[in-house]
């Protein structure tokens, strides 16, 4: 059974950094496109940031030279490096597992809260 666990969210002023991470217990393939998304209360689930085997990122245009994603492989982690924080980036944050474009499923972790406030 495949499982995606997030971990490093929190209480950030404007201006910092948080870096969260996505461990993946279970077999999954590694073409599978990782990424992060996010949503807010009364809103959509909206991409972050993903990122395919090969290494090549995609980025919300809100996030676009603030954030950073990466993945390791071998270890089965992808991490969301976010950088000069904004208020509007509060949200929930998910990680995320998908393998729909290959005849796979998709996996979503449970979540881990950022919030940025002063």
């Known amino acids: 059974q495949v499982q995606l666990v997030e971990s490093g969210g929190g209480l950030v002023q404007p201006g910092g950094s948080l870096r969260l991470s996505c461990g993946v217990s279970?077999?999954?393939?590694?073409?599978?496109?990782m990424g992060w998304y996010r949503q807010t209360p009364g809103k959509q689930r909206e991409l972050v940031a993903c990122?395919?085997?090969?290494?090549?990122?995609d980025y919300a245009a809100s996030v676009e030279g603030r954030f950073t994603i990466s993945r390791d492989n071998a270890k089965n982690t992808v991490d969301l490096q976010m950088n000069s924080l904004k208020p509007e980036d509060t949200a929930v944050y998910y990680c995320?597992?998908?393998?729909?474009?290959?005849?796979?499923?998709?996996?979503w972790g449970q979540g881990t809260q950022v919030t940025v406030s002063s």
């Open positions: 279970g077999s999954i393939p590694t073409s599978y496109t």
């Open positions: 995320n597992a998908d393998g729909r474009k290959w005849g796979g499923s998709t996996y």
């Open positions: 990122i395919v085997a090969s290494g090549a990122t």
